[in-house]
């Protein structure tokens, strides 16, 4: 029985000869690459790896396509060492030819396996970052760019996350232009020229999936018009009857907080008014009158309006954003009875507004450190945010006319430090701008829902109903993302 030094030292005399050849005659190149690829499926796993290792040696001319498409079938073992090789062989051919390399990784993303393509588009996620710039040219991203628009045209959810990952963080595509074509491509993704189905968890899934993606491009320079018109056109009229195959999401909130984060960098738009007007019945929706009261002073209905907070701070915050692009809409383009009565609204809220807020400040009051790290006051914290938020903009509404220039931190988002010297707008305002996120995507579990207490004076503080939400769940298979059909191969190579 040999041992493993013999057969190295044997495999190692083995693939000298066949280089030789292959270097030496040309004719039989292709005899001497097939060689080496029985012994990438040698069954001594000891062979397997040496031979894996020395594969890139025969990536020379045209050979090296073939090569990279190989290896890229490769990553399909289960075996972490061999795994790992694949992965360097690949990485040493990049920097040989990056054109030629991509075009066998995307050659099995196009047609391979499921599982070779699950892990050929891991791979440019994960290791297209770690190259230096002289093999990430103008013209290899440029080529990566076209070749994902062709995988684009059929993906899964996961898949088009990963894609996004992947070019976002190209370097041509970090200017305007380049952010405004990845804009274009999730928009294309989203499908916004379609009429919007609400009954539809596979619909309403992908937009939001979707939407996300956007999000972080958005600035003042790349506009989110598009985005923010269909939400208000096509979503907000059917905010109540959305579906979801998220278990546990409130859809309703995830929709108004992305509504929210876009309309700061919404551009001029067709329907200004009626798209306002939209989102200004939508609000009311969750801005109740005051209840009736009786002849003894007492309330006459059995209970009070339970004022939901959470989706208020969303829809008011988005209904300032494009408020100041009409800024005469409540005093132009309502009628007297009807402002009247969305002042009575912004009345009520505001008082109970006031007394959760001295209610949430009293119970924080003198907690630091590891005292507000409980989950009890975590929430406290965060509807110490949500609060504050709507009390600065109804406060901004009751001006006559109504102004539109405080600025806030939606709050799940992190607070922007403000520079030695700069005005603050008030006690928890910063610049109402998203800040840039990382590569990683937006942490949504940060975000938690506030349901205060329904009774307009009641100091029953332990009353908080929240949920966590992760961030996309993107193991679904495809689900809304059209469905590729099952590929076959003949041998392996």
């Not at 994902?148 to 232009?177: C, H």
């Not at 067709?270 to 209840?291: A, S």
């Amino acid at each position: 029985m040999p041992t493993v030094e013999e057969l190295y030292r044997n495999y190692g005399i083995l693939a000298d000869a066949t280089e030789q050849v292959g270097q030496h005659f040309p004719e039989l190149a292709d005899s001497a690459i097939n060689a080496q690829l029985d012994l990438c499926e040698d069954e001594d796993v000891s062979i397997r790896r040496q031979a894996i290792k020395e594969l890139p040696q025969f990536a020379t001319g045209e050979n090296l396509p073939r090569v990279a498409d190989i290896l890229t079938q490769l990553l399909q073992t289960d075996d972490s060492a061999e795994f790992n090789l694949v992965n360097n062989a690949l990485l040493s051919i990049f920097k040989m030819d990056a054109k030629g390399t991509l075009g066998g990784l995307f050659s099995q993303i196009l047609q391979g396996e499921d599982i070779v393509r699950e892990r050929a588009i891991k791979f440019l996620s994960t290791k297209l970052k770690t190259l230096p710039d002289e093999v990430l040219t103008k013209e290899v991203e440029e080529l990566i760019l076209t070749e994902s628009k062709k995988v684009l045209e059929d993906v899964t959810g996961e898949e088009f996350v990963l894609f996004m990952k992947i070019l976002s963080g190209l370097k041509s595509l970090q200017t305007v232009s380049g952010r405004q074509q990845l804009v274009e491509l999730v928009a294309e993704q989203a499908d916004l020229e379609q009429t919007f189905n609400p009954s539809d968890p596979d619909c309403v899934d992908r937009l939001l999936q979707c939407t996300r993606q956007a999000v972080p491009l958005f600035s003042k320079n790349v506009h989110s018009t598009r985005f923010v018109t269909y939400f208000c056109e096509q979503v907000l009229p059917n905010l109540g009857t959305l579906t979801t195959p998220v278990e546990g999401l409130d859809i309703q909130l995830e929709v108004l907080k992305l509504l929210a984060e876009m309309s700061s960098f919404c551009g001029d738009m067709e329907k200004l008014e009626t798209n306002l007007r939209k989102l200004f019945d939508k609000l009311l929706e969750y801005m109740p009158l005051p209840p009736e009261e009786a002849e003894n002073g007492e309330n006459a209905g059995n209970e009070e309006p339970k004022l939901q907070f959470s989706y208020v701070e969303c829809l008011l915050y988005s209904f300032h954003q494009l408020g100041r692009k009409l800024p005469d809409f409540l005093t132009a383009k309502l009628n007297a009875e009807k402002l009247k009565d969305f002042k009575i609204r912004l009345q009520y809220f505001a008082r109970g507004l006031q007394v959760y807020i001295r209610q949430l400040r009293l119970a924080l009051q003198g907690k630091t450190g590891e005292a507000l790290k409980t989950e009890e006051n975590k929430i406290k914290v965060v509807a110490l945010k949500i609060t504050n938020n709507i009390n600065v903009l109804i406060k901004d509404l009751f001006h006559i006319p109504p102004s539109y220039k405080s600025t806030v931190t939606l709050s799940w988002k992190p607070v922007q430090k403000v520079e030695i010297g700069q005005k603050r707008a008030s006690e928890d305002t910063t610049s109402g701008s998203p800040p840039k996120k990382s590569s990683a995507g937006p942490k949504r579990d940060a975000r938690q829902i506030y349901n205060p207490p329904s009774g307009k004076y009641s100091s029953n503080l332990g009353n908080f109903n929240y949920e966590q939400r992760g961030a996309f769940r993107g193991s679904r298979g495809g689900r809304g993302w059209g469905t590729r059909g099952n590929r076959s191969r003949g041998r392996l190579y």
